[in-house]
């Protein structure tokens, strides 16, 4: 039996949205392209507030445009990726080719965004749970500047189910997706044990 969602589910085309449909029960709306238009972003706000939005584009450039630009239109969306390992078919990328079960489990480690950003956390208040990474605790774990950053940041992506990025990205996706630093230690500790390295 298919697990039921209770928000509404984004995504950019009608194959996206026959395969949620065959991992989950849910109501999905599709964008229908790259450009998301003004009267799409109106009726998604009004959704927002009834039921929940989640977004869920394909694991590529345009696809993480259509999700900033919906998610600084509508705030409070819920954020499901997908590998982009998990999103490979025919020399291209999108939720298409994922499988059920890997569409299933994106929407199931969804994230809200907290209702706080980087720069109105009140810095004196803020605790190591919850304060805002830096560039620094991206060095530190070797999610930059480290050779093989862009292949940890892909791993730790995917295992706290924010998806991938350049380190910039990275960083925003951490601090805007409620990421706290018990977390991103253990997923760090663990990607670094299993490639027999140690956590600084």
């Known amino acids: 039996m298919r697990r039921q969602i209770p928000e509404i589910v984004v995504v950019e085309g009608i194959h996206d949205k026959q395969r949620v449909l065959e991992a989950v029960d849910a109501e999905v709306w599709v964008i229908g392209g790259d450009r998301v238009a003004h009267t799409f972003l109106a009726a998604l706000q009004r959704a927002a507030k009834q039921r929940g939005i989640i977004i869920l584009t394909d694991p590529d450039g345009p696809g993480e445009r259509i999700r900033q630009r919906i998610a600084q239109s509508v705030p409070g969306c819920r954020q499901a990726f997908i590998p982009r390992v998990a999103a490979l078919g025919a020399g291209c990328v999108g ?38 990474f830096t560039l620094r605790d ?9 050779p093989s950053a862009a292949s940890r940041r892909q791993v730790v992506g995917e295992r706290l189910g924010i998806g991938h990025g350049n380190g910039k990205t990275f960083l925003h996706k951490l601090n805007m997706l409620g990421v706290t630093r018990q977390e991103l230690a253990a997923v760090v500790m663990e990607v670094n044990s299993q490639w027999g390295e140690q956590t600084e």
């Open 95 to 132: 939720v298409e080719h994922a499988t059920p079960s890997a569409v299933s489990r994106a929407l199931q480690k969804a994230r809200p965004e907290p209702a706080f950003c980087q720069e109105s956390l009140d810095k004196h208040n803020a605790t190591p749970q919850t304060a805002a």
């Open 138 to 146: 991206l060095v530190e774990y070797g999610l930059t500047g480290h």
